[in-house]
């Protein structure tokens, strides 16, 4: 035999250099759930290691993440249930809950990158994205782009650095962008849920915010995932509105759409390693089913492999404690 291709792999140091792929903290944004009230460090049950944080406990957290090399977070709120209504109206409150969790951050650890969430399920009290229809039950599209475009607004006037749409409204990112541009942040940066599956690994994110759907599902709006073609016609569309970075949402089975969507855009990509696929490593890894911490490295590498540029992931502190 003249090919041998096992020479490539006889050491760990061979087997460095031969190294296509390695996550680091540069890689990882760091999803963080803020709630109201103050030295609330509340456990989220599904997803041991993540907390709900008060504003004055989230800032300790994020100081923390930023000495461990991560360099943005993505900010999501749990909106008392008082505070929702049909049309989200705290959402475009500038003293409400996220606003005042954005200066915070801003405040105390300026460098850090933060990333807040455009959509109206964290406010609503129908517990979905769009505004529904109060006569037909619907969730109609071109009303909630107003909707959106103020919430994107409020965030931006907080010191939001990107936004996330997570809505998947139809023609929200253009919507969102030329809003931004007349209230001169045309610097903030939007990085759409591009591609985003109507998807059952959402579970324990919803748990953590009380945001499931009163009614129905999200499959009007959400992807079916059944379907690649329909993920890189949204993607593109959302190039063509302006977006500054796709994303690909969940991640683990979804990394075929990663890799078509590489080969056709040149956009950053970022992959949202959903509340599911945490659960599923920490509840497999806490029984001694699997090795949580091999898992979760494996996993990551998988997704720069199949063609990210960026992972959002519940495990970036915990893979930036590994490798610093
Ligand atoms: C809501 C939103 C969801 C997630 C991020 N933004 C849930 C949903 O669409 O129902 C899920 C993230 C996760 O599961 O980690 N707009």
Known sequence: MKIRPRRNRKSEAIRALIRETIVTPDDLIAPLFVLSGKGIKDPISSMPGQFRFSVDLLIVEVKQLYSLGIKCISLFPAIDEHLKD????????????????????????????????????????????????PKTGEI??????????????????????????????????????????????????????SSKYASSFYGPF????????????KKTYQMDYANSR????????????????????????????????????NLPIAAYNVSGEYAMIKAASEKGWLDGEKCMVEMLTSFKRAGCDMIITYFAGEMARLTS
């Open 86 to 133: 049909s049309w989200a109206k705290e959402s475009t409150n500038p003293d409400g809950l996220y606003p005042r969790a954005i200066r915070a951050i801003k405040e105390a650890c300026p460098d850090m990158v933060v990333m807040t969430d455009v959509a109206m399920d964290p406010y609503s009290s129908d517990g979905h994205d769009g505004f529904v229809d």
């Open 140 to 193: 109609v599209n071109d009303p909630t782009l107003e909707i959106l475009a103020s919430m994107a607004i409020t965030q931006a006037q907080a010191g939001s650095d990107i936004i996330g749409p997570s809505d998947m409204m139809d023609g929200r990112v253009g919507f969102i962008r030329s809003a931004l541009d007349q209230e001169s942040f045309e610097g903030v940066s939007i990085m759409s849920y």
């Open 206 to 217: 919803r748990e953590a915010l009380d945001s499931a759907p009163k009614s129905g599902d």
């Open 230 to 265: 329909e993920a890189i016609r949204e993607a593109l569309l959302d190039e063509k509105e302006g977006a500054d970075i796709l994303m690909v949402k969940p991640g683990l089975p979804y990394l075929d759409i990663i890799a078509k969507l590489r080969e056709v855009s």
